[in-house]
């Protein structure tokens, strides 16, 4: 069983701030990559963060100097942090993993999961 929880979504004004959270649960054995992605009404689902571990991390033109994707490895919990938060940045936030569980004594398999969505609002 392994699973990722949102929470952090609600109603803020503009140039207000948010933070997003996403926690992994289960038989995980090492965190590969996290990501966070949007989709409002009517609009094609987009990247807005990523971070490799032990890679590089990568932001959406529209939130460069805005967002940035913190992480606690140990608790395997990603966040999103939203600052300056604008119209436009109002959708469903999705929270992305690519992760290596252990399905068995030294046997192991690479998913990718998604948490449940959470929706972020931002209007006066």
């Known amino acids: 069983q392994v699973q990722l929880v949102e929470s952090g979504g609600g109603l803020v004004q503009p140039g207000g701030s948010l933070r997003l959270s996403c926690a992994a649960s289960g038989s995980i054995f090492s965190i590969n990559a996290m990501a966070w992605y949007r989709q409002a009404p009517g609009k094609q689902r987009e990247l807005v963060a990523r971070?490799?571990?032990?890679?590089?991390?990568n932001y959406a033109d529209s939130v460069k100097g805005r967002f940035t994707i913190p992480r606690d490895n140990a608790k395997n919990t990603v966040y999103l942090q939203m600052n300056s938060l604008k119209s436009e940045d109002t959708a469903v936030y999705y929270c992305?993993?690519?992760?290596?569980?252990?399905?068995?004594?030294?046997?192991?398999?690479?998913?990718?999961?998604w948490g449940q969505g959470t929706l972020v609002t931002v209007s006066s």
């Open positions: 971070v490799v571990i032990g890679g590089s991390t």
């Open positions: 992305n993993v690519l992760t290596t569980v252990t399905v068995a004594t030294g046997h192991y398999r690479n998913l990718e999961l």
